[in-house]
C-alpha cells in the first residue's frame, strides 16, 4: 500500500512533467539489451533487476520510493563514469549520478522507473596539495571531515549528516554551521572533474569551462557526473556549541521569539559575526509538547563571548528553561552535529546507513522587510503549537541562519554560481517521518500545511526554496520557480549546450 500511495504522488508530478508516460516493461523491451551489453563490454558488470543484490542496491534513502533503475553501475575510475554515459545515451536511456543516495526525492535513482543509475561508490579517493583538497564524488560528508582532520586539522563547511553525498550536496549548495564563515560547500569549490553528457571528462573552474562550473556549483545533478572536487579547507578551530531551550513557549511566544530572532541576526549597527552559526529547531517531545530552542556554533569564540553575544536576544526570548553552553574543538563539534558519538562514526566505509519515509519541503526567508511578517510566523507557529501536538507524523522544523552582517553565504552575489538565494536571511527545512499508519497523503500534506502558512500569510512574498531540500512534488515548472527563479533562464541554455539529448535527467530537470 506505501509504495502505490507514494508512486501516486510523485508520479503525478513526473508525468506532468515528461509530457507522456513510457512504461517502464516498454522501456525495458525497447532498450537494456543493447545497454547491458554496452556496459557489460565497458567491463561495468551491471547490477540488474533479478540479480540478488539489485533490492538493496536500488533502496533509496527514502522509503517512499520505490523507482527500478533498468541498471546499476559501479565505475571505479572516470573513464568508467564516461563509459556509463556513453551507453546511456547511445541506447536511450536516462542517466544519474548516485553519490550519497540522500535525494529526499531519490532521483539519483532516476525519479522514475528505467533510468541508469552510475553510482560512484568507487570513487573515494583523497588528497590535500597545501590547502586544497581533492576529493572523488564517492566520499560521504564524513569521510571528507574525517580526512581533513587527521590530515592537519583542515576543515570546511558543509552540512551535519556523515552519510550525506558530497556529490548531490556540494552540486546543490551545501550548508552547514560554518557556512557563515566560509560560505557553502559549493562556494568553497575551486575546480571539479565532470563526464558531460558526450561521455567528455571536463575540468571545470573559474576560469577554465566556467560556465559549466557555474551550473554545476548549484545545480550540479543536471549538468554531468561530478567525479572530483578541489576545494579550499581552512585550520580547523575550536568552537562553543549553545543552546537555549524555552520549553514553557506557546505559539505565541514562539512566534514572537523568531520575531526577535530574525531581528537580531540582521540587525544593522550591532552585525552578528560570521563566525556564528545559527538555529532554531522547533518539534514535539516525547510527550508531544512542542519545544523552541536556538542553538548553534560560536566557531574561534570562548564561553564569555558568547554571553556577550546573545546577551540582547536573550533579554527579549525571556528566561531558558534550559542552557547548554560547551567548549569543543573542530571534531568534536562535527561528531556532535552529526549525532556520532566516535570519530570511526564519520567514516562511512565502516557501517551503512539508515533509511526514513519521510517528505520535507522548504522556505527561504529573504533578508528584505518584512523578512517573516507577524502575520506569517503567528501563522505558522500555531501550526506548529496546534495540528503539530496531535499529529502522529514525526516532524521537525530548523531555521538556519544563511544572512546577516558580513555573512560568507549572502556576500558572494546573486549570480557568484547557480544557486540562487543569496538574498535569503535563513532557510526553513520542515521534515516529517511518516508511520505505517499515517497515509503518504496525509503526512506530506501535514507537512505542507507548514509552508502553505507562511505563504497565504505573506502572498506578496515570492519564497524561494532550497533546491537540496527536493520537494518531491514539484513538476520540473514549479522546482524552477521555487529553486532557481533568477537561473532558470541560463540553466536553460546551459543544458542545451551540455546536453541537448537530455541524456542526465530527472523529473524536475531543465
Ligand atoms: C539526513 C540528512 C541530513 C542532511 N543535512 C543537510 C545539511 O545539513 N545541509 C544541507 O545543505 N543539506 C542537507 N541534507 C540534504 C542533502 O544535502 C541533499 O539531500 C543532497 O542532495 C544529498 O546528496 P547525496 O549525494 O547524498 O544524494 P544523491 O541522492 O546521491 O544525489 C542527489 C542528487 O544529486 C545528483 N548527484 C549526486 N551525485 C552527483 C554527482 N557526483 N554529479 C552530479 N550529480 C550528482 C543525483 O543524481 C541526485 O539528483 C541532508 C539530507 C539528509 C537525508
Redesign the pocket.
Known sequence: MRGILACSVVLSAASSALGSWIPYSELKARSSNGLLDCLERAGLDPVVEGDPEYATEALP?NLRFNWKPAALVYPTDSNGVAAAVKCGSENGVKV?????????A???LGGEDGHLTVS?DHLRHLSLRGDEVTFG?GN?LGDVALYLWENGQRAMA????P???????A??????LPSRLWGLLADQIQSLE?VTADGTIRTASHTQNADLFWA?TGA??S?????AFTAATHAAPDSVAFSYTFADYGAEEASKGLQAWQQFASHPDRKLDPAVGLQIHVEPNDEKDVVFSVSGVYYGADIATVNATFAPLLAELGAPTSVSLQEQDWIASVLSLGGASSVAELNTTLAPDGN?TFFATSTFVPAAAPMMGRAASDALFAYFYGPGARTDVEWFVIFDLYGGGDSVVTGRGADYNAFDARDALYSIQYYGTIPDWVSDEEGIAFIQGMKKAVEDNQPETQFKE?V???DSTYTAEESHKRYYPTHTERLEELKDKYDPKRVIS?PQDF
Open positions: 534513502f544519474n549520478a548516485r553519490s550519497g543516495g540522500h535525494s529526499y531519490a532521483f539519483a560512484l564524488t560521504h558543509h552540512g551535519t549528516c552519510y550525506v553525498g558530497s556529490g548531490g550536496h552540486g546543490q549548495g551545501g550548508f552547514g565532470i554545476a550540479g545533478a549538468f554531468g557526473i561530478i567525479t526514513d532550497y537540496n531540500y527536493i530527472f
